[in-house]
């Protein structure tokens, strides 16, 4: 298959070998409408049952740039302490495809104005790369290296915590806890490629500003060993708890947009764009993401108490 960035996926790989190692999650703009994408311990905090789906395209003027399509569902159990959840990702970049599948179980401690969350996840992940699509010369010239494709399962596991109320939370998420190796033949090497242990840590506050609008600001700090720290710096302006307009900053990568309109009792939509300010703008573009979240109460007759994350 014809590239423009021919040897994107090698060179990311060089990458993920190298001690100068990048965060390899994917990218969330929207991550403060999706939680249950960062941390297992989200799964049942509704008094209904959630569904979420988020798109995101990174990038859109560079030739095999990220692109990610999540799914999450979750919701309580008649036993209101716990709560369970699923959730679907597929991270593409270049030729390279990452498929994760987990099941999330939650644990809820009930105090007098708050609660408290522990989760637990677990599922299999999948990571290829499709080698023989990718041109290494204007002859197509073999090369042994290139000769198969690569597909490898590994089972992993993830932890969270989180605190909430219907004002505030905040919340530690680790979506994988095992370093699982990403090409079988690599084990007898020195410099493997790896996936690597990712904290995030966030939390946000909802004021009220009139009896129509509220503010939300929120944060979100990702760690990864070798990897610099990046903070998610967020706040959202609702009216009438219909309508949100928000602005992001992502340090020392990007400005982000956003809105956010309530349709229905059932259905939100929301679309953010990012504009790279790192020295990579003006080369690859802006980025863009949707998101659809469905809420599904379980009593229609019982009012479900509005929450902003």
Known sequence: MQRDVKTLV????????????????????MYMFNPLALNPAYAGSLDQMQAVGLFRRQWVNF??????????????????????????????????????????????LKFSKSRLAFGLQAGVRNFSVNLTDIQLSQDNTFDAAFGNNLSLWNLNFGAGAFWYSDKWFVGLGIPHLRNNILSEEQFNTVYVARLRTHFNLSGGYVFKLSPTFRLKPSIMIKHVNGAPLQADINANVYWLDILGFGLSYRTGDALVGMVEIQLNRNFRVGYAYDQTVSGLAGNVGGSHEVMLRCDFGFNKNKTITPRYF
Not at 22 to 27: K, L, N, R
Not at 87 to 108: I, L, P, W
């Open 10 to 29: 090698f060179l990311a790989l060089l990458a993920l070998a190298s001690a100068a190692r990048a965060q390899q999650d994917p990218m969330y703009s």
């Open 63 to 108: 030739p095999g740039a990220p692109q990610t399509g999540t799914f999450t569902c979750h919701a309580p159990l008649r036993n209101e302490h716990v709560g369970v959840g699923l959730s679907f990702v597929n991270d593409r970049m270049g030729e390279m495809q990452t498929n994760g599948f987990m099941a999330m179980y939650a644990y809820h």
